[in-house]
Nanobody
């Protein structure tokens, strides 16, 4: 069955960096568009970044220029490098395989001094 396991979250000061990873299993990873979403307390889940099968990327305006999504099809992983973090980036971050109805447990990112 499908599994998406996120890791790499934590507590970081404003201006700091984190790198999130998502390990996928149960799917032919290279065939899927992969997304990173986030959900802050009391808010709806929002799309943060997307990477296509061919490696094209797109970002929410709020993270453009600060976050970078990448994928390693050999390792079935998708990553999110987050730089210049802001308190408003605080959320639980989830990866998603586009079109697959499955959400992992997510990884908590807290940006605070």
């Amino acid at each position: 069955q499908v599994q998406l396991v996120e890791s790499g979250g934590g507590l970081v000061q404003p201006g700091g960096s984190l790198r999130l990873s998502c390990a996928a299993s149960g799917i032919i990873f290279s065939l899927y568009v992969m997304d990173w979403y986030r959900q802050a307390p009391g808010k709806q889940r929002e799309l943060v970044a997307t990477i296509t099968r061919g490696g094209s990327t797109s970002y929410a305006d709020s993270v453009k220029g600060r976050f970078t999504i990448s994928r390693d099809n050999a390792k079935n992983t998708v990553s999110l490098q987050m730089n210049s973090l802001k308190p408003e980036d605080t959320a639980v971050y989830y990866c998603s395989a586009r079109g697959v109805n499955y959400w992992g447990q997510g990884t908590q990112v807290t940006v605070s001094s």
